[in-house]
């Protein structure tokens, strides 16, 4: 019974390159979250959501990052246009709803 | 505003002796988590706290849930430096209890 696998672990892009981090929840999880994690910080909730939906968003900046979990597949967290400031790391989890929530392993952007 | 406060931020502590975590809530929830995080490293779950007056123990370390005063604590005994790292608890906020909101994080240093 595999966990939350995010890839890449590691992901370098150049400034105005976009970039896609993938999250496939444990097997049969509906609900999918996702986290960003700056250096030395805390983690900070992003958005939430569950198979085709985006219930909660209000953590997500307004420009630039977009997040889907299709019906078939991962999760995906996307940005477009990286900038420096985007460097971090991502974390995702899932949960069935009212479930214990288990985290990935984390994807670490590095925009150079 | 939903809100999850740590105190302290930073402890350093002498091996062998004793401290404690405090995490406070802003909300009614009724589960909350304690994370370990080495540096560079992902979460690693340590507690999952369910009801009221819950108190689990794993080695040196022991957290407890007062769901009525929303505070939790996570206590350390006799410290050894192995414990040195970043303790994070989160807490399932949000309509339905489905968002989950860490607080800023202790980062744990344990002098030899």
């Known amino acids: 019974n595999a966990g939350v696998m995010q890839n890449p672990r590691h992901l370098v892009r150049r400034r105005g390159q976009e970039a896609r981090l993938r999250c496939s929840p444990v097997?049969?999880?509906?609900?999918v979250y996702w986290y960003r994690q700056l250096p030395e910080e805390g983690l900070k909730f992003m958005v939430y959501?569950?198979?085709?939906?985006?219930?909660?968003e209000s953590g997500m900046p307004k420009e630039r990052f977009s997040a889907e979990f299709p019906k078939e597949g991962p999760s995906i967290l996307r940005i477009q246009q990286v900038v420096r400031g985007d460097s971090a790391a991502y974390f995702c989890?899932?949960?069935?709803?009212?479930?214990?929530?288990?985290f990935g392993q984390g994807t670490r952007l590095t925009v150079v | 505003e939903l809100k999850v406060e740590q105190n302290p931020l930073f402890l350093s502590m002498q091996e062998g002796k004793n401290y404690t975590i405090y995490c406070n809530y802003s909300?009614?929830?009724?589960?909350l988590y304690w994370y370990r995080q080495d540096p560079g490293k992902s979460l690693e779950s340590l507690f999952v706290?369910?009801?009221?007056?819950a108190v689990k123990q794993e080695g040196r370390l022991m957290a407890s849930l007062d769901t009525k005063a929303r505070l939790s604590t996570l206590h350390i005994t006799a410290a050894v430096h192995d414990l040195s790292a970043t303790y994070f608890c989160?807490?399932?906020?949000?309509?339905?209890?489905?968002?989950?909101?860490f607080g800023k994080g202790t980062r744990l240093h344990i002098l030899p």
């Open positions: 909300t009614t929830s009724d589960r």
């Open positions: 989890a899932s949960r069935d709803r009212g479930a214990e929530a288990f």
């Open positions: 097997k049969g999880h509906s609900h």
């Open positions: 706290l369910l009801s009221n007056g």
């Open positions: 959501l569950q198979k085709e939906n985006i219930i909660d």
């Open positions: 989160a807490v399932d906020m949000g309509l339905g209890g489905d968002k989950i909101i």
